[in-house]
């Protein structure tokens, strides 16, 4: 098949192109290379996929849709999965300007590229278990409402899963949008607090523990959700408007997440406990019923296990002894 990833050199993207390679699909991925942080590592993420003669990469801002039809119009896409936003709740507070113009323009232009295209794609996006904003009952369902969002990213996925669903009314477009949790493993981001922590341990400073550690995430390894994200595009029994999450299923205690990290560094963690900060959530965990009937999802990957290898990979990664 050919397929159109976005997002190839940030986290999921270059291991959802990654994976649909190494079963035999033709990928084009379209990245942009934004400097919300460091360029090497994306380039670095990138590089991984250039060995695959059916990948094909595009260095090109979203925004452009005279660009993104042309490539459309080139490549003939039978699924796209669009993976490029630009993430972060508290980078929100700051730069709100960039998420109405990475995630609401750019959500826009792929739906109306897939709407125009011939064949039409079924288009997989992600979405975010941010958009459970202010709900209090656990574990998260896809059926909750989710009209309080506490951050503009927040506001933005969840505006991406409104416009998804008038594309699929208006056009008959497939849209099946995934609510990721708190993804994690090698190759993860820099904003994320599993490197934030690895790295300040490893130098010696003490790291910031919002809420004062009362936090719980539902830490999901990247291989899970890939293997989710897969699902979601060759299922062929999908309804042609879906919301599904993709978790692990089994929230975690923040501070068993940081001692995790210092046992296998061998480290005592400093610790530098605050109030919780503006945008944040104290607890998320998913319900995975529904993916797990529609999709066959089946997390297997338990913090104890990723922890370990992700603190491997970033001590080889910045060769680290």
């Not at 669009?82 to 109405?100: D, E, I, W």
């Not at 595009?233 to 999908?238: D, I, K, S, Y």
């Not at 975690?252 to 400093?270: F, R, S």
């Amino acid at each position: 098949m050919n397929i159109v990833v976005t997002g190839t050199a940030g986290f999921i993207g270059c291991y959802v192109a990654s994976a649909l390679l190494q079963q035999g699909h033709s990928v084009t991925g379209i990245d942009n290379f934004n400097d919300y942080y460091s360029v090497n590592l994306k380039k670095d993420r990138h590089a991984t996929l250039e060995k695959y003669s059916r990948y094909e990469g595009v260095s090109m801002d979203l925004c452009d849709y005279e660009g993104l039809g042309e490539i459309f119009s080139r490549t003939r896409p039978e699924l796209v999965c669009h993976l490029a936003a630009q993430a972060g709740v508290r980078y929100s507070l700051t730069h709100p300007f960039v998420y109405q113009r990475s995630n609401m323009e750019a959500f826009l232009n792929m739906l109306e590229a897939c709407r125009h295209a011939e064949p039409v794609p079924r288009l997989v996006y992600a979405s975010s278990s941010s958009v459970y904003g202010g709900n209090t009952k656990l574990p998260f369902s896809e059926s909750d409402p989710v009209d309080t969002p506490v951050s503009l990213y927040a506001a933005s996925k969840k505006s991406n899963e409104l416009m998804a669903h008038t594309y699929t009314h208006l056009y008959g477009i497939q849209t099946i949008g995934l609510r990721f949790f708190t993804v994690y493993g090698p190759w993860g981001r820099p904003d994320m607090a599993m490197w934030l922590f690895t790295e300040a341990m490893l130098e010696g400073r003490a790291i910031d523990v919002f809420n004062y550690g009362k936090m719980r995430r539902d830490f999901t390894y990247i291989d899970d959700i890939t293997e989710g994200v897969l699902a979601a595009l060759f299922n062929r029994n999908l309804e042609a408007y879906e919301i599904l999450n993709l978790g692990n299923n089994r929230p975690e205690e923040l501070l068993d997440m940081i001692h995790g990290i210092a046992e296998e560094l061998n480290v005592e963690p400093q610790m530098n406990m605050l109030p919780i900060q503006p945008g944040d959530v104290p607890a998320t965990y998913a319900d995975i019923t529904r993916s797990r009937g529609k999709l066959g999802y089946e997390p297997k990957t338990p913090i104890s296990e990723g922890i370990p290898t992700f603190v491997r990979w970033y001590k080889h990664y910045h060769g680290i002894d």
